[in-house]
């Protein structure tokens, strides 16, 4: 809670928005409702000033996760994508699906296996005739190579355990 209570941009950040470093020396943020547009973008927050001087990391993203060894940063924008703590190496490792006439497609919630080699990710279809939206898991490479459903329309957000 000290972050959000000290949130340095001064906006309320959502609990499922933002991560903390694994050793705990960090969170990452979107901050997204700033009034200030120079405050709109991901940020970085760290313990050892007590999360006072934010900072900035890109322009945008959400649903954030660090790698188990704090070196880069997954998220979800237009895709899911990754980015090196420093805000180094953007990369995009999946695409959002092409939409169709009769659906719309985006993949979200990212999220990393415990040793980093593999991602798992929600993938998202609203079938537009049909009123109907489905909820898949699947699991890809760090690099988001062999994409394999793990998952049909659970509705869940993916979790590794």
């Not at 200030?36 to 940020?43: I, L, R, S």
């Not at 313990?47 to 934010?54: L, R, V």
């Not at 593999?118 to 537009?128: D, E, F, S």
Request: without cysteine.
């Amino acid at each position: 809670l000290l972050p959000l209570q000290r949130n340095p941009t001064g906006v309320r950040v959502l609990a499922q928005s933002y991560d903390w470093k694994p050793v705990g020396t960090a969170i990452v943020y979107p901050n997204a409702h700033a009034s200030n547009p120079q405050d709109v973008g991901v940020w970085i927050a760290w313990a050892s000033d007590g999360f006072t001087t934010p900072t900035y990391l890109m322009a945008n993203g959400a649903q954030l996760r660090w790698s188990a060894d704090g070196g880069r940063i997954l998220y979800a924008y237009d895709g899911i994508r990754s980015i090196g703590a420093d805000g180094s190496n953007p990369t995009l490792l999946i695409a959002d699906p092409a939409d169709t006439s009769r659906e719309t497609r985006s993949v979200n919630w990212p999220t990393w296996a415990p040793d980093g080699t593999h991602v798992a990710y929600r993938y998202k279809t609203i079938n537009v005739r049909k009123s109907k939206i489905t909820y898949d898991v699947f699991r890809a490479t760090d690099t988001g190579a062999d994409a394999t459903e793990i998952s049909s329309d659970s509705g869940t957000l993916p979790r590794w355990r």
